[in-house]
């Protein structure tokens, strides 16, 4: 069984939906903090207890946030195709699905980055602004380099959530793993296709993860 | 010394939050700080001493007053010329606050990189400042590896980095063990001595008042009750607040019984060595009893103070206070069964 798998043909499909898939979840992520990374400072920037509150614009985009936040991929993932087709050209492929998956996630990397952010004690805050350091600065010096090790552990279940995204949208032809999944494993109820992509998407899952703890745990100075 | 106001506060108040729900944290606040001067603020827990410091520098903007630094009156500037003042005034915390990604000789630079000085001078500067505060061999230690005292001593190298003319301390000490605090405490009189750097000291704990300042405000319910040289409040406190700081309650034995008035004696080195209290007993036939007993160095002289209570006979109570006003001694009554 695991010679008809594994034939030379089914190899290279499978070679070929691997770099798909990670060519999706990598630069979506990239593109998702790109979007999702300022916004989810200006969440903590401007929140009551932060150091420049603005109930107006930190409600306003606390809200789009959820918004985008509470549509399930699926649905999103059709809703946003004329967009799609406006910046990609074509809705199908794994360059089309970066769309949808950058505009999924990137309020989800915002929130993410605001709890990562939010951990930085305020007492630390506190002693830059009576140092008289500006908004500025502070959000450069202070919040993002004593956020990173949590930014980074961030990042790594971000990214994994966006694996997640990507093989959902193998359904509507978004190439990758996923497409293989749904075309030979639901399609062609071939179970064991379907339960090596399986296999293949947890061990990508467990690399990102274990990276991430791995460059988290390098860079935070608070341990040892 | 000439007086030249560094700090003063003019009629501040400040009251959290509003309508019901509304804490006036402090009270018509009114004060001056001079030039190098160690002043010490003392209070109980929720007096309002941190919201009086956190004032000085506009951490927390007042609800009304003034708040003048040089002469300046620094809740008009705007937000540019208030960071520019900030760097005039430093502040030192209970917990230390220090950028825990960042190495100790990294914290010291931050401030100097705020005021744009050139990486490798900042780096020069910081590496003096750590020399100064006794910390050369940690410069590449991360504050985690730091102990409590240690973190303190990279925050007041940070905090002297700018070249302040007033660094703020909130608690500095409370963190710290008695005998880290004493040396924390001797490092600030030292710089406040070798730089003139005016010195701004919050605390709960009068031994800290005691050992290094030279004035105090004794600040309860949100007001200042209290104002003046170290030794004079120490000797003649007036307020009931004063009282309280400088004899805590709990030091009094409970059990004392009987009506006989509380009588509070300060002794100056001079009269320390004489046996002052067997004699008065001895001369007046009449027993007292020690309700509390203490000795206290106060800007470097040793002072005594007693608490006794005097025997509820009028004839005896007179003779007593004759024999203390014959032999010099101050005394006060106190109010300790009140
Ligand atoms: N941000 C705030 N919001 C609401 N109330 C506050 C705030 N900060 C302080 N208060 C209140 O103001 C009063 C004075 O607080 P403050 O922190 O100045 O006291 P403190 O003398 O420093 O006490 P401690 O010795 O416990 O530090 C307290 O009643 C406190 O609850
Ligand atoms: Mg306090």
């Known amino acids: 069984m695991l010679s008809e798998v594994f034939n030379a043909e089914m190899f290279?499909?499978?070679g070929q939906g691997l770099l798909e898939t990670l060519y999706m979840v990598l630069v979506s992520t990239a593109l998702a903090y790109v979007l999702g990374l300022p916004v989810g400072m200006l969440l903590v920037v401007t929140d009551k207890d932060g150091i420049k509150p603005n109930p107006a614009i930190n409600k306003t985009v606390g809200w789009i946030v959820n918004l985008l936040r509470s549509v399930p991929f699926l649905i999103l993932l059709v809703a946003v195709m004329p967009l799609t087709r406006a910046?990609?050209?074509?809705t199908i492929g794994s360059t089309a699905t970066i769309v949808p998956l950058v505009i999924a996630s990137a309020p989800y990397v915002a929130r993410m980055v605001e709890n990562s952010v939010k951990e930085v004690d305020r007492g630390v805050i506190e002693a830059a602004l009576s140092m008289g350091a500006s908004t500025l600065e502070i959000v450069?010096?202070?919040?993002l380099p004593e956020a990173k090790p949590s930014l980074i552990m961030g990042a790594a279940i971000s990214t994994t959530t966006i694996l997640g995204y990507t093989t959902l949208a193998g359904f509507v032809g978004g190439g990758g793993l996923g497409t293989i999944a749904v075309n030979y494993g639901y399609y062609r109820s071939r179970t064991d296709i379907m339960m090596v992509m399986v296999v293949i998407l947890i061990a990508i899952v467990q690399v990102i993860q274990e990276i991430g703890s791995l460059i988290a745990r390098k860079s935070d100075k608070r341990i040892r | 010394m000439p007086e030249i106001p560094i700090i003063q506060?003019?009629?501040?108040n400040k009251t959290f939050g509003e309508g019901e729900g509304a804490v006036t944290a402090l009270d018509n606040i009114n004060l001056t700080v001079y030039q190098g001067e160690i002043f010490g603020i003392i209070g109980l827990s929720g007096a309002g001493k941190s919201t009086l410091v956190r004032c000085m520098n506009l951490l927390e903007r007042p609800t009304a007053g003034k708040v003048l630094f040089d002469g300046r009156d620094i809740t008009q500037l705007s937000d540019n010329e208030l960071r520019k003042v900030r760097r005039d005034i430093s502040m030192i915390f209970q917990s230390f606050n220090l950028l825990m990604q960042r190495t100790a000789l990294e914290n010291v630079c931050f401030p100097l990189e705020l005021s744009g000085?050139?990486?490798k001078e900042a780096r020069t500067r910081a590496r003096e400042l750590l020399a100064t505060v006794g910390l050369s061999d940690k410069e590449k230690a991360y504050p985690s590896q730091l102990s409590g005292g240690q973190k303190q001593r990279v925050a007041i190298a940070r905090a002297l980095a700018t070249n302040p003319k007033v660094i703020l301390c909130d608690e500095a000490?409370?963190?710290l063990d008695p005998t880290t605090t004493q040396s924390i405490l001797a490092l600030l009189k030292e710089l406040n001595q070798k730089l003139g750097v005016t010195i701004i000291i919050i605390t709960h704990e009068m031994k800290v008042i005691e050992q290094i300042c030279n004035r105090v405000a004794i600040i309860d319910n949100s007001r200042i009750e209290e104002i003046g040289p170290v030794d004079e409040v120490f000797r003649h406190p007036k307020s009931r607040a004063a009282k309280?700081?400088?004899f805590p309650k709990n030091e009094l034995t409970e059990e004392i019984s009987g009506n006989g008035k509380f009588l509070r004696l300060v002794f100056d080195g001079s009269q320390a060595d004489r046996p002052i209290i067997a004699n008065m007993v001895l001369q007046c036939g009449a027993p007292v009893s020690i309700a509390f007993a203490n000795?206290?160095?106060?800007?470097?002289?040793m002072y005594g103070h007693m608490i006794i209570q005097l025997p509820a006979n009028p004839e005896a109570e007179r003779k007593i206070l004759a024999y203390l006003d014959s032999e010099n001694i101050g005394y006060e009554e106190e109010e300790y069964n009140a």
């Open chain 1, 12 to 14: 290279a499909l499978m």
């Open chain 1, 87 to 90: 910046i990609v050209g074509t």
């Open chain 1, 140 to 143: 450069w010096k202070v919040l």
């Open chain 2, 9 to 12: 506060i003019e009629n501040l």
């Open chain 2, 117 to 119: 000085v050139p990486a």
């Open chain 2, 173 to 175: 000490t409370s963190a």
């Open chain 2, 244 to 246: 309280k700081l400088i």
């Open chain 2, 295 to 301: 000795t206290e160095k106060i800007d470097g002289k």
